[in-house]
T-cell receptor, first 115, second 113 residues
Framework: DGGITQSPKYLFRKEGQNVTLSCEQNLNHDAMYWYRQDPGQGLRLIYY???????QKGDIAEGYSVSREKKESFPLTVTSAQKNPTAFYLCASSTAGTKNTGELFFGEGSRLTVL | GNSVTQMEGPVTLSEEAFLTINCTYTATGYPSLFWYVQYPGEGLQLLLK?????DKGSNKGFEATYRKETTSFHLEKGSVQVSDSAVYFCAPPFSGGYNKLIFGAGTRLAVHP
């Protein structure tokens, strides 16, 4: 089935460590996104990519990094510079440009806890 | 830019009660409108959508009608179930081009037996 796969579902990290969250999609979508969700709050955009080898910062990019070397993959690295990384991370994808219907397809999320 | 105002939660209902979650939007032109649902511990998934004025989106017993005159897209269900307990997000209207959706906190629905 087509969809978005995020891994791992749960991740524990010690302070000072970098961690990388995986996001893979087989929907042939050009655009991919990373959101952060904190309890009782909305989704905040971290990074987004409209096309391979290109990405832009969202509203809360500090302490995070991404790459888009393949259309199917958009990994997010949470660096030690991120002051409060404990959160639920959601990856999404969509069509782009003139084919964009506006619908976002989300993964199941990754819950990161810093010990 | 396009934006939405969604009623705050939590909303607590008994099983088989009627549900309304209000959503009004600001946008130019004729955007597409979406409702997403997030079940506990999961990502968001599309619940329903409408792409033009007076369209009614429906899914799993939920409905929302695209009201251009009142710029609203209220979510309704005639008889909620415990399994409907989730967070519901009214997404910002999509008017084409780049898709940078900013989601609010959503409305948490708790349905009790």
């Amino acid at each position: 089935d087509g969809g978005i796969t995020q891994s791992p579902k749960y991740l524990f990290r010690k302070e000072g460590q970098n961690v990388t969250l995986s996001c893979e999609q087989n929907l042939n979508h050009d655009a991919m996104y990373w959101y952060r969700q904190d309890p009782g709050q909305g989704l905040r955009l971290i990074y987004y990519s409209q096309i391979v080898n290109d990405f832009q910062k969202g509203d809360i990019a500090e302490g995070y990094s991404v790459s888009r070397e393949k259309k199917e993959s958009f990994p997010l690295t949470v660096t030690s510079a991120q002051k409060n990384p404990t959160a639920f991370y959601l990856c999404a994808s969509s069509t782009a440009g003139t084919k964009n219907t506006g619908e976002l397809f989300f993964g199941e999320g990754s819950r990161l806890t810093v010990l | 830019g396009n934006s939405v105002t969604q009623m705050e939660g939590p909303v607590t209902l008994s099983e088989e009660a009627f549900l309304t979650i209000n959503c009004t939007y600001t946008a130019t032109g004729y955007p597409s409108l979406f409702w997403y649902v997030q079940y506990p511990g999961e990502g968001l998934q599309l619940l329903l959508k409408a792409t033009k004025a007076d369209d009614k989106g429906s899914n799993k017993g939920f409905e929302a009608t695209y009201r251009k005159e009142t710029t609203s897209f209220h979510l309704e269900k005639g008889s909620v179930q415990v399994s409907d307990s989730a967070v519901y997000f009214c997404a910002p209207p999509f008017s084409g081009g780049y898709n940078k959706l900013i989601f609010g906190a959503g409305t948490r629905l708790a349905v009790h037996p």
